[in-house]
């Protein structure tokens, strides 16, 4: 028998963090994969889904060899061709369309970092000439990563310190089943002795463990930070001499914060006065702390990103930032190459950038933005800074959809989707169905099947995490300052059994096919790894990737505190900026805010309910694994959790199947009757298909069913004025439940 082997892999398996993982392999199969305890980036003893890998790995509803559509669009009908057939048309369709429309007319669209290397399709679009990549980025992390390029001039990271720091908190943030590294070093602060403390609408597992659970209202998180600044500025509990030295804008501050006061603060969170004076009392009272911000505040549009700032403000108020035991300001490893100087961002000219669609409305995380945070970025940090395009200059996805329907403000006619399946991951499927169908060349490149590559013109088998080397997100953008690469476990070909592709060959190939050779200089991802980490490589003596990966493994660099005092930041006025200049050259308010959503009467009498949607849920990570007996056996169908006292009124039971209605759909999930938040809301689960369903049209694997954004709407005049975010949570969400 021969005999097994061990491979260091980055797992890709939640939200592109890349933890390590040891993957023992004999004769070309997975055998297991366990965690990797050396790894610096890792899950702890809290995921479950590694434990799934192998499972995950040999299931036949892997996408195996490239398929070309057959028959009419959703039949399901398809022909296998080889790969160099499928670039070759793909390629020569994408010109085709170039030359008719534009290169604006392309589009991509993107998921949570599945492919592994983001910054190859950025590369590829602005080698091809096309501003227009949309992903679900806008409203999952990248409002909260510019935010703090404009605020602090850098990522913030964690420095947990026992003994230093003493409060942990976690703001709409449920890591307990949603953030496995997170949770790992939340229960490491509760046994270190730090307090914690957990703002959220539910009672959930972070609520029941921490010193103090806040039950917001949702969506008010801007309103409660103010109300806290206005409490801790009035008492002075505020950290002066930081204030004073290292912050701008703090008298404008003050006297925004004083419009805020208990007592109005209360009304409009739900909390009384004497919560929300408690609260900034204890948060000021425990300092330095760290603070994981979860996506609730960048899914309540119309507060998203004023909501961030606001929270983000908050710290730099109590000086938790910039100092031993609070959150650090970060950038990218010494010695490594980010994202960004892969993107070749500067071959896409001006001319095009101003083509980006929803970038005049939206301009925080389009490019005029981005252009701003760019520029102080790259003063601060040199050329290696971290922010990365790929992330954060995104088209506006409801504007773009609305483009392939009806040409305005100019036609969208090719979407490239690129481990990403918009048909669960956007708001208001039946139009962005409709937009998919309207495509003149539909491609999706995915490592299983989905709802939208039953509905593309062409299918290709993506390379999953173990099939390819690979390091986390964060830290390829340049987020973090460790560099921790995997190696790939298993091939990504095997003759007469499959043939994939990781995303960095499949966008090469495809730019090579348009012209684009001399721009892709590196044949294979293994070399491209070697150049971007050749510096670190060379420090411990290794000559190739594997060694790097046998011998060194990983590189990290703790941030030092002190970076306002010792070089300024990279900020327009070199401090943390309290009151930002950058929102002001876009025309926005410069200051947090909070802004009370306009909802007419009648919405809410006819849809009287809140909900709560796209809760996070183990071991799925979004629309991920369904597929996989051994991961849908752990939670087998969708949930709908609903008070008690409202399902009672409702006539409605435990485990009944129950509708969920608004304006613009219906779809049903399985009651779980719960007290574990206000009766006034629901909390539906997001993302939900069912692979044992049939795939072709019009059910395309149960889509329609139980999917919660059926439900809920794009229209660009509810999205965040700033960001383009679209609401899943917050004041907006109204809708209205019925026993099924």
Same mark, same amino acid.
């Given at each position: 028998m021969a005999e097994t082997e061990l491979k260091y892999a980055s797992c890709y398996f939640c939200t592109s963090k890349g933890c390590g993982m040891k993957v023992y392999v004999r004769e070309g199969r997975v055998q297991r994969v366990a965690v990797d305890t050396q790894a610096p980036v890792g899950p702890g003893g809290f995921c479950v889904r590694p434990t799934l890998a192998r499972d995950y790995q040999h299931h036949p509803f892997r996408l195996n060899f490239p398929l070309k559509r057959s028959g009419p669009r959703g039949t399901h009908r398809w022909e296998q061709i080889s790969w160099e057939q499928a670039l070759d048309e793909i390629a020569e369709k994408l010109g085709s369309i170039r030359n008719r429309y534009g290169a604006e007319a392309v589009a991509t669209s993107s998921g949570t970092g599945r492919g592994g290397a983001e910054f190859a399709k950025t590369r590829f679009m602005n080698l091809f000439g096309s501003p227009n990549r949309i992903g679900v980025i806008t409203i999952c992390y990248a409002p909260r990563a510019m935010v703090w390029f404009a605020t602090f001039g850098g990522h913030l990271v964690p420095d947990r310190k026992p003994g230093k720091t003493r409060l942990i908190v976690h703001w709409g943030r449920n890591a307990h089943e949603g953030g496995p590294s997170s949770w790992n070093s939340f229960q490491k602060a509760k046994q270190a002795g730090m307090k914690t403390l957990v703002i959220d609408p539910r009672f959930i597992e972070p609520s029941r463990q921490a010193d103090r659970w806040v039950q917001i209202r949702p969506g008010t998180d801007a309103a409660l930070a103010l109300g806290m600044m206005h409490v801790i500025i009035e008492e002075e509990l505020y950290n002066r001499e930081f204030v004073e030295t290292c912050t701008s804008g703090f008298s404008a501050l003050r006297e925004r914060a004083a419009a805020y006061p208990p007592q109005k603060v209360a009304g409009i969170t739900g909390l009384t006065p004497d919560a929300v004076l408690e609260t900034a009392r204890f948060y000021a009272a425990h300092q330095p702390s760290n603070m994981v911000i979860g996506v609730a505040t960048e899914h309540s549009a119309p507060n998203s990103i004023q909501a961030i700032r606001a929270i983000n403000v908050l710290r730099a108020v109590v000086g938790a930032v910039d100092v031993a035991g609070g959150d650090l300001i970060s950038g990218p490893c010494p010695g490594f190459i980010p994202d960004v100087c892969m993107e070749a961002n500067e071959m896409l000219p001006a001319s095009q950038r101003r083509k980006q669609l929803g970038s005049d409305r939206f301009r925080f995380l389009g490019y005029p933005g981005w252009e701003l945070i760019e520029r102080q970025?790259?003063?601060? %940090?040199?050329?290696?800074?971290? +922010?990365?395009?790929?992330?954060?200059?995104?088209?506006?996805?409801?504007?773009?959809?609305?483009?392939? !329907?009806?040409?305005?403000?100019?036609?969208?006619? +090719? !979407?490239?989707?690129?481990?990403?399946?918009?048909? !669960?991951?956007?708001?208001?499927?039946?139009?962005?169905?409709?937009?998919?169908?309207?495509?003149?060349?539909?491609?999706?490149?995915?490592?299983? %099947?989905?709802?939208?590559?039953?509905?593309? /013109?062409?299918? !290709?088998? +993506?390379?999953? %995490?173990?099939?390819?080397?690979?390091?986390?997100?964060?830290?390829?953008?340049?987020?973090?300052?460790?560099?921790?690469?995997?190696?790939?476990?298993?091939? /990504?070909?095997?003759?007469?059994?499959? /043939?994939?592709?990781? /995303?960095?060959?499949? %966008?090469?190939?495809?730019?090579?096919?348009?012209?684009?050779a001399e721009h892709w200089p590196w044949k294979t991802f293994e070399s491209l790894w070697e150049y971007r980490i050749k510096e670190i490589m060379e420090e411990g003596g290794s000559s190739t990737l594997s060694d790097f990966v046998h011998h060194q493994r990983f590189k990290v660099v703790a941030p030092e505190p002190g970076r306002c005092l010792s070089s300024g930041l990279a900020t327009p006025s070199g401090k943390v900026e309290l009151y930002s200049g950058i929102l002001k050259d876009l025309d926005y308010d410069p200051l947090p805010g909070y802004t009370e959503p306009e909802i007419p009467e009648e919405i809410r009498k006819k849809y009287p309910l809140i909900n709560i949607s796209g809760v996070r849920v183990m071991p799925y990570h979004h629309s991920e694994f369904r597929h996989v007996e051994a991961f849908r056996k752990r939670h087998p169908e969708p949930i709908v959790e609903i008070h008690f006292d409202t399902a009672r009124k409702k006539g409605i039971t435990d485990g009944d199947w129950v509708f969920i209605e608004t304006p613009i759909g219906k779809i049903k999930q399985k009651a779980r009757l719960s007290n574990a938040f206000d009766p006034r809301y629901i909390v539906s689960q997001h993302a939900w298909w069912f692979p044992e369903k049939p795939a072709e049209a019009p059910s395309l694997f149960g889509l329609w069913e139980s999917n919660i954004n059926v439900t809920t709407d794009d229209d660009p005049d509810r999205c965040d004025p700033l960001s383009g975010a679209w609401p899943y949570k917050g004041q907006t969400m109204r809708c209205r439940i019925r026993k099924a």
């Amino acid at each position: 028998m021969a005999e097994t082997e061990l491979k260091y892999a980055s797992c890709y398996f939640c939200t592109s963090k890349g933890c390590g993982m040891k993957v023992y392999v004999r004769e070309g199969r997975v055998q297991r994969v366990a965690v990797d305890t050396q790894a610096p980036v890792g899950p702890g003893g809290f995921c479950v889904r590694p434990t799934l890998a192998r499972d995950y790995q040999h299931h036949p509803f892997r996408l195996n060899f490239p398929l070309k559509r057959s028959g009419p669009r959703g039949t399901h009908r398809w022909e296998q061709i080889s790969w160099e057939q499928a670039l070759d048309e793909i390629a020569e369709k994408l010109g085709s369309i170039r030359n008719r429309y534009g290169a604006e007319a392309v589009a991509t669209s993107s998921g949570t970092g599945r492919g592994g290397a983001e910054f190859a399709k950025t590369r590829f679009m602005n080698l091809f000439g096309s501003p227009n990549r949309i992903g679900v980025i806008t409203i999952c992390y990248a409002p909260r990563a510019m935010v703090w390029f404009a605020t602090f001039g850098g990522h913030l990271v964690p420095d947990r310190k026992p003994g230093k720091t003493r409060l942990i908190v976690h703001w709409g943030r449920n890591a307990h089943e949603g953030g496995p590294s997170s949770w790992n070093s939340f229960q490491k602060a509760k046994q270190a002795g730090m307090k914690t403390l957990v703002i959220d609408p539910r009672f959930i597992e972070p609520s029941r463990q921490a010193d103090r659970w806040v039950q917001i209202r949702p969506g008010t998180d801007a309103a409660l930070a103010l109300g806290m600044m206005h409490v801790i500025i009035e008492e002075e509990l505020y950290n002066r001499e930081f204030v004073e030295t290292c912050t701008s804008g703090f008298s404008a501050l003050r006297e925004r914060a004083a419009a805020y006061p208990p007592q109005k603060v209360a009304g409009i969170t739900g909390l009384t006065p004497d919560a929300v004076l408690e609260t900034a009392r204890f948060y000021a009272a425990h300092q330095p702390s760290n603070m994981v911000i979860g996506v609730a505040t960048e899914h309540s549009a119309p507060n998203s990103i004023q909501a961030i700032r606001a929270i983000n403000v908050l710290r730099a108020v109590v000086g938790a930032v910039d100092v031993a035991g609070g959150d650090l300001i970060s950038g990218p490893c010494p010695g490594f190459i980010p994202d960004v100087c892969m993107e070749a961002n500067e071959m896409l000219p001006a001319s095009q950038r101003r083509k980006q669609l929803g970038s005049d409305r939206f301009r925080f995380l389009g490019y005029p933005g981005w252009e701003l945070i760019e520029r102080q970025m790259r003063k601060g %940090w040199g050329e290696r800074h971290s +922010a990365a395009v790929n992330l954060h200059s995104a088209a506006h996805a409801p504007t773009v959809f609305r483009a392939m !329907l009806t040409g305005k403000p100019y036609p969208v006619k +090719a !979407l490239l989707v690129s481990c990403s399946n918009p048909l !669960l991951s956007y708001a208001n499927t039946q139009l962005v169905y409709q937009a998919l169908m309207a495509a003149e060349l539909l491609v999706t490149f995915d490592i299983t %099947w989905t709802p939208t590559a039953v509905v593309s /013109d062409y299918v !290709l088998p +993506a390379a999953c %995490w173990m099939e390819r080397p690979d390091m986390g997100n964060f830290a390829s953008v340049g987020g973090y300052p460790v560099v921790q690469v995997g190696e790939a476990a298993v091939a /990504d070909r095997v003759p007469g059994e499959y /043939d994939r592709r990781n /995303d960095y060959v499949f %966008w090469r190939e495809l730019g090579v096919r348009l012209g684009q050779a001399e721009h892709w200089p590196w044949k294979t991802f293994e070399s491209l790894w070697e150049y971007r980490i050749k510096e670190i490589m060379e420090e411990g003596g290794s000559s190739t990737l594997s060694d790097f990966v046998h011998h060194q493994r990983f590189k990290v660099v703790a941030p030092e505190p002190g970076r306002c005092l010792s070089s300024g930041l990279a900020t327009p006025s070199g401090k943390v900026e309290l009151y930002s200049g950058i929102l002001k050259d876009l025309d926005y308010d410069p200051l947090p805010g909070y802004t009370e959503p306009e909802i007419p009467e009648e919405i809410r009498k006819k849809y009287p309910l809140i909900n709560i949607s796209g809760v996070r849920v183990m071991p799925y990570h979004h629309s991920e694994f369904r597929h996989v007996e051994a991961f849908r056996k752990r939670h087998p169908e969708p949930i709908v959790e609903i008070h008690f006292d409202t399902a009672r009124k409702k006539g409605i039971t435990d485990g009944d199947w129950v509708f969920i209605e608004t304006p613009i759909g219906k779809i049903k999930q399985k009651a779980r009757l719960s007290n574990a938040f206000d009766p006034r809301y629901i909390v539906s689960q997001h993302a939900w298909w069912f692979p044992e369903k049939p795939a072709e049209a019009p059910s395309l694997f149960g889509l329609w069913e139980s999917n919660i954004n059926v439900t809920t709407d794009d229209d660009p005049d509810r999205c965040d004025p700033l960001s383009g975010a679209w609401p899943y949570k917050g004041q907006t969400m109204r809708c209205r439940i019925r026993k099924a």
